[in-house]
């Protein structure tokens, strides 16, 4: 499948399929940086990879995200499954790392050794955070972590594009968070294949998940009368809240809503079920393979634009520069100077594959 | 400089040259459309760009962004200004239009003919949201605006990005709007030339303010400390405040923050006057100048991106699908498909330039 390994880096597949986490954790950073060495180990990694169930987890701050992610992780380990964790961190705008960082995070789980945990900034990946995310996704799952959640801060266009990592996105929302303002942001009803509503013992939690009925109910609606789901039918809200233990839907998913109250544990277990269930309808199902499908299709999609945007950059070298200084002094306008470029990348002869950084 | 403009659009180009705003009009929806003939009428455009003075305003959802550009429109209108003004919206979920839209926007200038207004929706610019907005720029440039005004909704990654297309970007808070948390966000500070503290007769105003000037202190002293502002000299509070009146400062920009009201049309004068004197900077010193080379060099290289993805898009054709099923059936991992994908696109013959789709 692949062409030739280096010695060094079937060592390094040994290492981390045995389960030293040295070697797992300097797997994770080549992956982060993108050496050309992760470029062999992804390649590498690639035939253990495909267990692991990945499940992201998005919405807006202070909806009590890291602690949800600390009670799956906790629920997980019930049932002797091993965990591995990626934190997607704002970028501190003054050290360029990331804000929160490993160090307050997950105190619980910190001695636990089946629990790996990692914050990623955000900044710093080329515009291809869902691409590093991804790969260090296939790293934890080739390593034989049985789950790997995905958390994200926010529910920005990147934050979005990250939970297309994930097979499940829950969406955590809380009452009086002003996420009628948050979820009308675009993707977000989308991306969502479970609803936590956390903090559920709080004010206003009804009326928050009668708001994300209503949503979910609309974009049924809006869906269906623009065609996207032929075939499918509207469910009545009493069916979406009740949908739990109905027969798996055979047409497009219907996102449940679980209260939860992550700080004493409550409803963690329904949502564990929430996100098996989705599970199965995406094994089940022929709509689920269909997007499973589709998520691939994604993945290459994402990473020949950035595999080709590398290879220019480093085919080009300085002929861009020239470029900038010819559109500056308008010689040329940026159109032509672009069509140029692209005229030059093409000419010039392949280098050999997966010389230079990945 | 251009290889030959097709007549067609060469007459469009002196519709929008001699004020047709019809023409103005289905020029920017050509070029959000990205259809064959923006191409051509971008390629023909660029010679009259290059005059007008660009502003993004930006900030979190409730600093008052919509009256505060409706007021500077009114200001730079009373100048004899004409003004053009990019709305970008977030995508409505369910129509995939813009949800704002123009018609509930800038009701005060309806009937001016020297305001254009157009919203642009978040999605559907394949990633490329900063390009539309550049390319729409330079339309509204072209046709002869004196100041296009680009204002975004949120401070996702991608509206940040599009504050990159503007001279000059306005960052809009407001007092009790938990500016904290967004000001946070990576990339905020490094955006902003001017703070605009919006709603400045509300109560907690001068806490909003104090908390900037922190903001900024802590900023200048980070970059000086990571050694990426040489020879820059950090302000003192006092200095930060009342340099309006200074002199330029020849290193680095130290935004100035303003307290406006933009309902009462309070402190919008003093807005204009610090954008002019941030003009003044781009233009008159070293800095200024570096700033705006390296500008220039981010849209080359974005533009070359996209355009690279584009034509491979198109010589590759099927066979991306065919990667698809050989990666799903696990006959490849996706890193070695990547390669060969890029392989077969560098190897096929170059189409003619601006042929098809651009």
């Known amino acids: 499948m692949t062409s030739s390994i280096p010695a060094h880096i079937s060592a390094w597949v040994e290492q981390i399929r045995s389960g030293n986490l040295r070697a797992l954790s300097r797997a994770i950073t080549a992956v982060e940086?993108?050496?050309?060495?992760?470029?062999?180990?992804?390649?590498?990694?690639?035939?253990?990879?495909?267990?692991?169930?990945?499940?992201?987890?998005?919405?807006?701050?202070?909806?009590?995200?890291?602690?949800?992610?600390?009670?799956?992780?906790?629920?997980?380990?019930?049932?002797?499954?091993?965990?591995?964790?990626?934190?997607?961190?704002?970028?501190?705008?003054?050290?360029?790392?990331?804000i929160l960082g490993d160090r307050i995070r997950m105190?619980?789980?910190?001695?636990?050794?089946?629990?790996?945990?990692?914050?990623?900034?955000?900044?710093?990946?080329?515009?291809?955070?869902?691409?590093s995310a991804r790969d260090m996704v296939r790293v934890l799952d080739a390593a034989g972590s049985d789950v790997v959640l995905i958390e994200t801060v926010g529910v920005g266009q990147d934050e979005l594009e990250v939970t297309r990592t994930a097979h499940?996105?829950?969406?955590?929302?809380?009452?009086?968070?002003?996420?009628?303002?948050?979820?009308?942001?675009?993707?977000?009803?989308?991306?969502?294949?479970?609803?936590a509503v956390n903090k559920a013992d709080k004010e206003g939690v009804d009326g928050t998940v009668r708001d994300i009925e209503l949503m979910i109910a609309l974009g049924s609606e809006a869906m269906v009368?623009?065609?996207?789901?032929?075939?499918?039918?509207?469910?009545?809200?009493?069916?979406l809240v009740g949908q739990a233990d109905a027969a798996l839907p055979q047409g497009r998913w219907v996102p449940p809503i679980v209260r939860c109250v992550?700080?004493?544990?409550?409803?963690?277990?329904?949502?564990?079920?929430?996100?098996?269930?989705?599970?199965?309808?995406?094994?089940?199902?022929?709509?689920?393979?269909?997007?499973?499908?589709?998520?691939l299709g994604e993945e290459l999609r994402e990473g020949l634009r950035e595999a080709l945007i590398r290879e220019a950059t480093r085919a080009l070298g300085d002929d861009v520069d020239e470029a900038v200084r010819g559109v500056e002094a308008r010689e040329v306008d940026p159109y032509t100077a672009t069509e140029r470029l692209i005229a030059a990348f093409r000419a010039r002869p392949n280098p050999p594959p997966g010389s230079g950084k990945s």
Chains 1, 2 share one sequence.
């Open 33 to 98: 940086n993108r050496t050309s060495d992760s470029h062999h180990l992804l390649k590498a990694l690639f035939a253990y990879s495909g267990r692991a169930r990945v499940v992201g987890l998005t919405g807006s701050p202070g909806a009590g995200k890291s602690t949800l992610v600390d009670s799956l992780a906790g629920q997980y380990r019930k049932r002797q499954q091993t965990v591995g964790i990626i934190a997607i961190d704002p970028t501190s705008p003054f050290t360029g790392g990331a």
């Open 262 to 295: 992550s700080t004493r544990g409550d409803g963690i277990a329904e949502l564990v079920k929430a996100t098996e269930r989705h599970r199965q309808w995406l094994e089940g199902t022929d709509a689920g393979k269909a997007r499973r499908h589709q998520r």
């Open 107 to 131: 105190q619980r789980h910190a001695l636990d050794d089946k629990v790996f945990i990692r914050s990623v900034a955000t900044r710093g990946h080329m515009g291809g955070l869902s691409r």
């Open 168 to 195: 499940t996105t829950l969406v955590v929302m809380a009452p009086g968070m002003g996420d009628e303002v948050q979820a009308i942001k675009a993707g977000i009803m989308e991306c969502a294949d479970v609803f």
């Open 225 to 239: 009368s623009s065609g996207k789901t032929r075939g499918h039918t509207v469910h009545s809200k009493t069916a």
